[in-house]
Every structure is written in C-alpha cells, then in structure tokens.
T-cell receptor, first 112, second 117 residues
C-alpha cells in the first residue's frame, strides 16, 4: 500500500517568513496529492491540491510543487501569519479517490 | 447544509462497553468515509461507503468495529467491547463521485473524540 512520509514534524517561523513542508510517497499509482490544515478540535480542511500531470500550483500565499519522478511534493507558505499556525498534513491517493493516505503531520507555529 | 456533522463530539466510556457514533454527510455526497486519528498522527483510513454499499475496509477495522449506512445518507460506526487502544478521534468525511477532472471534494467533519477508561 501507499506510504507517505512528511517532515519536519514541527516548524517554527517568524511572522512574515516562509514555511516549507516536504513529503514523499511510495506508490507510483498515486496521482492526486491534497494538503490539509487541522486546527485544534477540528477536522482536517483541504487547503490546496495538485494532480500528477501538474508540476506546480499556487493559490495566493500557498503553493504546492510535485516531482513525480522523485515522488516528492512540497507545500510552501509565504508571508506567514499567526493564523497559519496549525497542523498540516500531506496526503496521497490514486485515481479512485477512495482511500487517502496521510503523512504524520507538521505542527507549524508562526511567532508574531 | 453546512458540512459534515458528527455526534457526539466527545465520548468517555469504560473499557468493555459498546459505543456508537453518527455521521451526517453533506446531503448531495454519495461517498462517506471513516478515519481514525490518534494523537500526533495523521488520519488512518477505516472504511468507505458509496451510497449504502460498504466497498472497502481497512485491516484496522477489527471484528469489534462495524459501520453501516443503511439508506445511503447518515452512517454509524459502532465499537463493541471497547479497549483503551480504541481511544482516538474518529473522523468522518464525505465526497461526491465527480469526474476526475473536477476535483476531489473530500470534506471532513470535526470528529468524535473517544476516551476509553
């Protein structure tokens, strides 16, 4: 089955700096890679996603990159704000979208 | 319809007791998923329904666990003879069976936190 590794497990940045979270996946059949943000006491919320036929996608301050050959994908948050503080999960799934495999999560702390 | 609703939000039970959780998905979503999340970990897939049919179950779903979605709307997850290792957040998500080029639409509820004492 799919295995998704994520690092770092914790990340502290100063407000306004950039944050980068990196993930790798194992199953070459995976072709859809969502990223979720989870705040305390809430369920994960989809913030951005990327498909395997795209190398990069951007949505305001958030961008994702995908290297399908190396099976690497990354989340980039620019101009971080205190409200970006949360746990971020990368994930991977195949074209059936039936089962999503999550990484272990990265706890991001943005220091004002 | 404001999203995926899960009840109860918290449940404390004694070891050996049975518990049941409920999930109400987004009304037009025909797919429903259950995940388990332990502290410091990502969600782990448990099972998945398309309408009322349970199409996939994880090996994590032991014979003490049963999930139903009788009318293809809400779903229940029951754990029998609870053990301390069952303590976790149980998350429900729903999605619509869209065309692949239209995205995924996987929406999670806020979860039910189970504590077995």
């Amino acid at each position: 089955g799919e295995n998704v590794e994520q690092h770092p497990s914790t990340l502290s940045v100063q407000e306004g700096d950039s944050a980068v979270i990196k993930c790798t996946y194992s199953d070459s059949a995976s072709n859809y890679f969502p990223w979720y943000k989870q705040e305390l006491g809430k369920g994960p919320q989809l913030i951005i996603d990327i498909r395997s036929n795209v190398g990069e996608k951007k949505d305001q301050r958030i961008a994702v990159t995908l290297n399908k050959t190396a099976k690497h994908f990354s989340l980039h948050i620019t101009e971080t704000q205190p409200e970006d503080s949360a746990v971020y999960f990368c994930a991977a799934t195949d074209g059936g979208y039936q089962k999503v495999t999550f990484g272990i999560g990265t706890k991001l702390q943005v220091i004002p | 319809d404001t999203g995926v609703s899960q009840n109860p939000r918290h449940k404390i039970t004694k070891r050996g007791q049975n518990v049941t959780f409920r999930c109400d998905p987004i009304s037009e979503h025909n797919r429903l998923y259950w995940y388990r999340q332990t502290l410091g970990q990502g969600p782990e897939f448990l099972t998945y329904f398309q309408n009322e049919a349970q199409l996939e179950k994880s090996r994590l779903l032991s014979d003490r666990f049963s999930a139903e979605r009788p009318k293809g709307s809400f779903s229940t997850l029951e754990i029998q003879r609870t053990e301390q290792g069952d303590s976790a957040m149980y998350l429900c998500a729903s999605s619509q069976n869209r065309r692949r080029d239209r995205g995924f639409g996987y929406t999670f509820g806020s979860g039910t936190r189970l504590t077995v004492v």
